[in-house]
């Protein structure tokens, strides 16, 4: 006893409008009864559908929520393909009402609504697995060849009026289209005419497939890996088109950000007085006469070196170190001449004490004039003592 796979149909009527503009059909999707099936050679075969297997708990719960999907598509539904198969689904109230499963199946796709209101699809049809048990007999006064048992619904499809399909072996049936039981007993009504079964067609990339031959599956199997290959290829491309807009997008923000900062008003200033500070003490060394513009820090201070240390070499050296070598060698030299310039006005100040106190004073007033100069002189030397060794007020450039 193997599973196989069936597709019975049914019909719906009545049809309400969901607030979310979606379409609610109450419908009996399944029946109890003899189904007839054509087999691949011509001839019946009978298959039972007892109550005990139809309307079992375990079966009527793999219809609630069940896929509704627009015609059989070509393999069950699952999560790979709901996505794309779905139009809606089965409600959860799915019970037995007399002969009849009834469910209530919740139509969201609107090309599939349209369908529905303009007639195009009238019938349903459950498509489930069953295995089959081959023991003949009769149910109701009709023979059977063998009953559904173990069933376990896939998907509810939508079909226009008239429908019926089925592949040619034994795996893929058609159940009869009505919703009226198959008995002959008295008083019974009428069995509706037997539909005939046809081969179920595919056209794949212009080439049309029995859906039952080896072809059409491996025809099917290139297909998606092709339209794999084409989605990944398209998603390589979007991803790197992302990469190459966000990164122009950060480089620039980065642009941004690095304009206002160099033109804040506060860095400006600093800029500028940094650069007095360096041109000043640049040229106390070079001279007045020294030609400084539209040359770099670095070249003013290396140029400022050189003038007393023509050996200083900065090839290798860094900004840092010619910068402290440059202030070194300013710092020096400022030390120097203000050292200077102290010494020398003492010893003027000490010369002009002298000749002012060579004059004639007959109340000794020469010897306290000298004394006077010798004390000027002497606080003079005092006050100039350290002028070497005060630190000087100086501005470090950047």
């Known amino acids: 006893m193997g599973e196989v796979y069936r597709l019975d149909f049914g019909r719906f009527s009545k049809v309400e409008r969901t607030p979310q503009g979606g379409l609610r059909v109450p419908a009996n999707v399944t029946r109890i009864g003899v189904f007839v099936y054509t087999n691949a050679d011509g001839s019946k075969r009978r298959e039972l559908r007892h109550p005990d297997e139809v309307f079992a708990e375990d079966s009527l719960a793999t219809l609630a929520g069940a896929p509704v999907t627009d015609l059989h598509p070509a393999d069950p539904v699952g999560p790979n393909n709901w996505r794309k198969l779905s139009v809606g689904h089965v409600g959860e109230d799915v019970k037995r009402a ?8 919740m139509i969201q796709d609107g090309e599939e609504i349209a369908a529905i209101e303009r007639g195009d699809r009238k019938e349903l049809s459950c498509g489930y697995t069953c295995t089959l048990d081959n023991t003949p007999g009769e149910f109701d006064g009709e023979r059977y060849d063998a009953i559904q048992r173990s069933i376990r619904y896939n998907h509810v499809a939508l079909g226009p ?12 049936r058609l159940d009869s289209n009505g919703n009226q039981l198959h008995n002959n007993s008295a008083g019974s009504p009428p069995r509706e005419p037997e539909r005939k079964q046809t081969q179920m067609k595919y056209t794949i990339d212009g080439v049309t497939y029995d859906t039952d031959s080896p072809q059409f599956v491996e025809a099917l199997a290139v297909r998606d890996k092709r339209n794999d290959e084409t989605l990944a290829t398209l998603t390589a491309e979007r991803d790197t088109a992302n990469g190459e807009r966000d990164a122009a997008n950060t480089a620039r923000e980065d642009a941004d950000k690095k304009l206002e900062e160099s033109n804040d008003p506060k860095r400006l200033d600093a800029l500028v007085a940094d650069r007095v500070d360096l041109v000043t003490n640049a040229t106390r060394i070079l001279g007045d006469e020294a030609k400084l513009d539209g040359k770099s820090d670095r070249e003013i201070m290396i140029e400022a070196i050189r003038h007393d240390t023509k050996s200083f070499d900065a090839d290798g050296k860094s900004d840092e170190y010619v910068r402290a070598y440059f202030e070194a060698t300013t710092t020096s030299s400022r030390r120097h001449d203000e050292g200077g310039k102290g010494i020398g006005a003492v010893r003027s100040a000490a010369v002009a004490s002298r000749r002012t106190s060579k004059h004639d004073d007959k109340d000794g007033g020469d010897d306290v004039d000298r004394n006077d100069a010798d004390a000027a002189q002497k606080r003079m030397i005092e006050n100039n003592r350290d002028a070497a060794t005060k630190p000087l007020r100086f501005s470090r450039s950047n």
């Open 98 to 105: 007399d002969k009849y499963v009834s469910a209530k199946l």
């Open 161 to 172: 009026a008239g429908w019926g399909r089925a592949g040619t072996n034994c795996n893929l």
